[in-house]
């Protein structure tokens, strides 16, 4: 059974790999061409003036006035190139990320812990069952070695910040000085991080602690299933905007 399951999770892991590799090269592919493409529009713009100045068409200063709307022009598809550039690059770091992340978790249940993409977003959901007890908010001692091996591959990443989510069901809860769901979801949050930062040395300033309560359902709560899907807690890896916003700034002509 545990060889079955190791085998599974490197499966897995080399199709994210080919998956990986192929998204590369087709990114790397787009950019070669939009370059060749670029150069063509340029030589092609070149040759337009010079045959529209050998027939008198357009005078020397008209024709250099049209160059310099031209050259902004292609500066602007430039500018374009280099965010695509940058996208496709957060894509790759993106891939890399769950394949590390795959391969220290190993073979738990995606039911327990599953790692994905979405929408250019890494996000890590831990179950409720395998964090918690019932309406408490004490990590389990099984979840502390599971956040361990997910704090090892955070580690390795130093410009990495990311958001800890507590989530709920729609059970109305109320226990002591909690209120309700959303007090709750916020503590397990907030027990998360602590056990990053104080056993794993994961640094405060890296992370948010936030809950979501019953609020951002995953499945339907008319079920036990769709309650138990909804019982989780998420890590969401921020996206650094700072490369994209340095892009934006940058002066354009």
Do not use: C
């Amino acid at each position: 059974m545990r060889y079955s399951r190791l085998d599974s999770t490197y499966k897995i892991l080399q199709t994210d790999l080919a998956r990986s590799q192929d998204s590369t090269a087709k990114y790397k592919a787009l950019s070669k061409q939009l370059e060749m493409q670029l150069n063509e529009r340029k030589a092609s713009n070149d040759q337009m003036l010079n045959q529209l100045k050998d027939l008198s068409v357009i005078s020397g200063s008209q024709a250099e006035s049209i160059k310099k709307s031209l050259e902004n022009i292609s500066s602007k598809d430039a500018y374009i190139q280099n965010l695509q550039s940058a996208i496709a690059r957060k894509d790759s770091l993106n891939m890399n990320l769950v394949m590390n992340l795959k391969g220290a978790i190993g073979n738990l249940d995606d039911k327990d812990i599953n790692i994905k993409v979405e929408k250019g977003v890494v996000y890590i959901d831990i179950s409720d069952k395998l964090l918690f007890a019932t309406g408490k908010y004490e990590v389990r001692q099984p979840a502390k070695e599971v956040l361990g091996k997910v704090a090892q591959v955070l580690m390795k990443q130093p410009d990495i910040e990311f958001m800890v989510e507590g989530h709920t069901d729609n059970v109305p809860y109320r226990q002591g000085v909690l209120l309700d769901n959303w007090d709750l979801s916020v503590k397990r949050a907030t027990a998360v991080v602590r056990i990053l930062q104080n056993e794993y040395n994961i640094p405060a300033a890296k992370m948010t602690a936030a809950g979501r309560g019953e609020y951002v359902p995953v499945a339907g709560n008319d079920s036990e299933s769709g309650k138990a899907s909804n019982r989780r807690t998420r890590i969401v890896i921020l996206p650094q905007l700072d490369q994209f916003f340095k892009l934006l700034e940058a002066p354009k002509k």
